[in-house]
């Protein structure tokens, strides 16, 4: 296995944070004065998304084609959409060199993701290693000092605590006839 395949498949293995504190607000404004350089950037509500996700994912590209090579049979039809069959060739292209931005992009987020997952994973383990050792140390005399930190963390530990069952609710009374 090579040392890469174990960095990335043990978490402990990034043990040491990496340098400069300052590379997570670097790397927002680089990625904030990226936005102003793609074409078209923008930010969709869940619902606008929705509307144009309909056509734009189930538009067969064959009759994309074949709607170009209408309006190039059309002045017409040029007209009506008030675009030639090259800029519409040239709109296709670049939304498929698009699709491997795209691409590339989700697989860095992924990556950030991830490294984030790894980070609060050590933090979380560190953390419980050291309620453990202060539990275990807070039991001996000269340790005392460390009970009401021991009972902070007792109460804010989320480990090894059952959910409360909520009562069950009581059954119905059976239903009585009144008679006459």
């Keep these: 296995m090579t040392e890469q395949m174990k960095h990335s498949l043990n978490p402990e293995a990034a043990e040491t944070p990496t340098g400069d504190p300052a590379l997570p607000q670097t790397l927002?404004?680089?990625?904030?004065?990226?936005?102003?350089?793609?074409?078209?950037?923008?930010?969709?509500?869940s619902a606008q998304r929705k509307v144009l996700f309909v056509v734009a994912k189930n538009t067969d590209p064959d009759f994309v084609q074949a709607t170009i090579n209408g309006v190039g049979a059309s002045p017409t039809a040029e007209q009506g959409i008030g675009s030639t069959p090259d800029e519409l060739r040239l709109?296709?292209?670049?939304?498929?060199?698009?699709?491997?931005?795209?691409?590339?992009?989700?697989?860095?987020?992924?990556?950030?993701?991830?490294?984030?997952?790894?980070?609060?994973?050590?933090?979380?383990?560190?953390?419980?290693?050291?309620?453990?050792?202060?539990r275990g140390l807070s039991k001996l005399a000269e340790h005392a000092h460390l009970l009401p930190h021991v009972e902070l963390m007792t109460r804010l530990n989320r480990f090894g605590k059952r959910k409360a069952k909520k009562p069950a609710a009581p059954a119905p009374a059976p239903a009585t006839q009144s008679g006459a």
Excluded: S
């Design 28 to 45: 927002v404004a680089q990625l904030r004065a990226m936005r102003a350089v793609i074409p078209a950037f923008t930010q969709l509500t």
């Design 91 to 134: 709109d296709t292209a670049d939304a498929q060199a698009w699709t491997a931005v795209e691409d590339e992009a989700a697989a860095f987020l992924a990556g950030i993701v991830d490294a984030n997952l790894i980070r609060r994973h050590r933090i979380g383990h560190k953390a419980l290693a050291v309620y453990a050792i202060c």
